[in-house]
């Protein structure tokens, strides 16, 4: 890991356990359509902005995403179970989707894509987020 990414990821790990300035520092959530954008939500993606990169080399930024990642990851909870299931897309190619269950589910759910354009990211990367 270079200098500057070890520097980053101290900074984010400080940022995260100091949510109070994070907020600050991010501002209020802004209202989207009349509706408030959750606060944590709001905070990490502000986070997020600190480890933006014009490197070129997909590589580096597979490394530097998946480094970014862990800073913000949290213990899965207990009662959620998560399995993973292959999706056929239109043109035949095979992707995997990843389906997290709570112990009592309301009914109603959530897709998230996580963005990269398909060349940072994975499922794991997201993991702890989607499970809360």
Not at 4 to 16: G, N, P, T, Y
Not at 22 to 37: D, F, H
Not at 94 to 108: A, H, K, L
Request: glycine share 6%; net charge negative.
């Amino acid at each position: 890991m270079s200098r500057r990414a070890r520097i980053q990821q101290l900074l984010l790990r400080s940022l995260v356990k100091a949510p109070q300035l994070v907020r600050r520092l991010a501002g209020p959530p802004p209202v989207i359509r009349g509706q408030e954008v959750d606060a944590d939500s709001w905070w990490i993606s502000s986070l997020a902005t600190l480890t933006e990169t014009t490197d070129p080399d997909p590589e580096r930024l597979r490394t530097q995403y998946a480094q970014a990642s862990v800073v913000l990851d949290a213990p899965v909870p207990e009662s959620v179970t998560w399995e993973d299931r292959p999706l056929t897309m239109r043109d035949g190619h095979d992707i995997t989707v990843r389906v997290y269950t709570p112990e009592e589910p309301s009914g109603s759910g959530i897709m998230y894509l996580h963005g990269g354009g398909f060349v940072i990211g994975d499922l794991q990367s997201h993991h702890s987020l989607c499970a809360r």
